[in-house]
């Protein structure tokens, strides 16, 4: 695994120990940020679900001003502060949590802190992506006006169109992978 693009391209990333945790595939990031280019430069990145912490790195290494780390494993996140130490991302670029993604989105909306411009929520593919999505539709603090929510999943899985405030706009698919965008409708 590997950094695809922007000031750390090239640079190998550690991988999960086990086949438990299923990082993005180079190419799907690649795709992702080519859609995400014209928006990424000074943005506030949510990795949610980070796993390797290979999305959120990206969006570093393409110039988002700053990436919250959230996983609910602590071998995970102790994988991602290995990544990120070694291409020497300032610990004021990034914050790293350990927690459960539901769990995170409820206490972050109730404190007043910067919107996210982007999101994106990689949970397990037998995760309940409705519980969580469904707190960007009620929590409108955690996602800035123009900003969107970037889902990956099955592409066999159908995941509602709306959540609330958030509205399905597009969806890309990819080998097993489906990346479903949402915007404040």
Known sequence: MRVIGGT????????????????TSDRLRETLFNILAPRIHGARFLDLC????????????RGAEHVTFVDKSVRMSAL?????????????????????AFEFLR?????????????????????????????????RSLLAGDGIVIVEHDKKKAIAEAFGA???YRQLKQGDSALSFYRPG
Request: net charge negative.
């Open 50 to 61: 980070a796993g390797t912490g290979a999305v959120g790195i990206e969006a570093l290494s």
């Open 107 to 139: 206490r972050r909306g109730k404190k007043p802190g910067k919107a996210f411009d982007d999101i994106y929520f990689d949970p397990p593919y037998a995760a309940d992506y409705e519980a969580v999505l469904s707190i960007f539709g009620l929590q």
């Open 8 to 23: 750390f391209r090239g640079r190998k990333l550690k991988s999960p120990p086990s086949l438990q945790t299923r990082p």
């Open 80 to 100: 991602i502060e290995a990544n990120l130490e070694a291409l020497k991302i300032g610990t004021d670029e990034f914050e790293l949590i350990t927690a459960d």
């Open 166 to 168: 958030l509205c399905f």
